[in-house]
Structures are given as structure tokens and as C-alpha cells.
């Protein structure tokens, strides 16, 4: 079993910053790829970034790649956001995302967190 937690949410003024973490634990073999993603209330799910197995590439969502930045740790195979002058619209449920095996026999599977809300408000 996979378990991926977040934490680091919280209630934040305009222009403060955050720092997300997201653990991950259970049957690991290899963790792939991971990412974050978010979704604002009325709003379909999307991409805010997404981080190599290495951590040599990244990818982010157009609007936030000045602001924002991914990083991963994959001797504690933990992903990390850090969100710098934080806008009332970055408000909403922030999800970590991890592709992994759990088995070198197995192909690799998707995994999802619970989230962590991310609130930017005076």
C-alpha cells in the first residue's frame, strides 16, 4: 500500500509564501515523476508543476513558473513547492501526484494525496 501525504497549507496573506511538503510511504520500489496539482473550488484540477525522477527536469503551468518552484528529496521521497507572492486566485486544494512502481516486476502506477488547502487572503 502507497500513502502520500501533504502538509504545509495554511491561511496566507497576499504576497507571503508557502512551502509544501508531500511524503510519500508504503511499498516503494522506484518513484517516477512527481508533481502537484491544484483545484480551485468550480474549477477542473490542473497542472501546477511536475519534477523528473532525477529532479533535472521540471515543468510548470505558465502563470506560476516566476513564483513557484518544485524540488524533491529522494532519499526522504518527498516532493517540495515552495509558492513565493501568493495572489488571492492561487486560493485552493493543492494535491501531490507520484508515478511509482512498487515492484520491479510491475509497471509503474499513479497515486494521488488527500490535499492540503492553500488559502491567500487579508
Known amino acids: 500500500q502507497v500513502q502520500l501525504v501533504e502538509s504545509g497549507g495554511g491561511l496566507v496573506q497576499p504576497g507571503g509564501s508557502l512551502r509544501l511538503s508531500c511524503a510519500v510511504s508504503?511499498?516503494?520500489?522506484?518513484?517516477?515523476?512527481m508533481g502537484w496539482y491544484r483545484q480551485a473550488p468550480g474549477r477542473q484540477r490542473e497542472l501546477v508543476a511536475v519534477i523528473s525522477s532525477g529532479g533535472r527536469r521540471t515543468t510548470y503551468a505558465d502563470s506560476l513558473k516566476d513564483r513557484f518552484t518544485i524540488s524533491r528529496n529522494n532519499t526522504k521521497n518527498t516532493v517540495y513547492m515552495q509558492m513565493n507572492s501568493l495572489k488571492p486566485e492561487d486560493t485552493a486544494v493543492y494535491y501531490c501526484?507520484?508515478?511509482?512502481?512498487?515492484?520491479?516486476?510491475?509497471?509503474?502506477?499513479?497515486?494521488w494525496g488527500q490535499g492540503t488547502q492553500v488559502t491567500v487572503s487579508s
Open positions: 501526484n507520484a508515478d511509482l512502481s512498487s515492484d520491479p516486476g510491475l509497471g509503474s502506477h499513479n497515486y
Open positions: 508504503g511499498s516503494i520500489f522506484s518513484i517516477y515523476s
